[in-house]
């Protein structure tokens, strides 16, 4: 239902982006609006370690309740948002978001774990991104070490040198870096070296064929094989099946996220997550 929602919404819009300038203030303008009536919310998906069983992580995925449209995916608006750079707003909503509810939590006595964050490229802005990193956990009292900011792989690849030095100093604060949907940009492995990443996240893409496809379990134990080599921790995507992440497992994947183990959670039901998995 909310997928069908989604398809309409994006035609809507995406109609509204071909055509003239004043419609694309219009999309602009849904989305400032979606903005500041609340529209927009985020949902929480626990990210799992399998070698202790625990809570080790969560990502915030963003959500857009819409009066008339119902639930649109971040899939159709995202890009939507990052055409029309309303992405710096939505993005720094997001993290400001995240890093209150995370403290929220942490101030009713729960065992946070790492929150992450998804950022577009348009938020990686020299003199603006880390700036609004540092200020963002200023103003919320969130410890550094407890945010997670995620990017994808190929946009990251797109302006490596200004990303780095972007990197560089999110790290130098205390922030965790995780590269997204890895596998499917079109990077070297070897361009990894020269990131100062935390993490690897392996792509949905990738874990849907396993067991059964032996090219998915080829590229799939060749990634974490690699991630391990460079230091990286792994997180899997998009586990659905007790045979993926026994897969996954075996090949040495630390930590996996996806509907085998939860689906995203409101914040009050990732609040009880927590509870009931710390207690
Ligand atoms: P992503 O960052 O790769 O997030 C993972 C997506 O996989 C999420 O979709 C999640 O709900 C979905 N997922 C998790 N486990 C499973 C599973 O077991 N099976 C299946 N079929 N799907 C699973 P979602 O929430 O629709 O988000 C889609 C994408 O939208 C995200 O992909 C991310 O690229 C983007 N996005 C979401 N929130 C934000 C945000 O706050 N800022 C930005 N810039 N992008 C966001
Ligand atoms: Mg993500
Ligand atoms: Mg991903
Ligand atoms: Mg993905």
Redesign the pocket.
Known sequence: RAKDMGKNAYQFFAQDMNSTNTQQFSVQAALRFALEREQLY??F?PQMNLATGQLCGM?????WQHPEMGAI???EF?PIAEETGM?LQ??HW?LQRACQVAQGWREQGLQVPKIA????VRQFKPGILVEQVATVLAETGLPPYLLEL?V?ESLIMRRINEAVEIMNDLKAMGVSLAI??FGTGYSSLSQLKYLPLDIL?I??SFVEGLPASSDDTAIAQSIVAMAKKLGLSVVA????TLEQMQTLRDAGCDMM????YA??LSEIEMGQFIERVSA
């Open positions: 985020l949902m998906q990502e915030c995925l963003i959500r995916s971040p899939v995202i992405i939505i993005g997001v964050v998804n950022l577009s995620e994808t997204d949907d996240k792509d949905r995507e998009g586990v659905e996220q996806g509907y085998y689906k995203p």
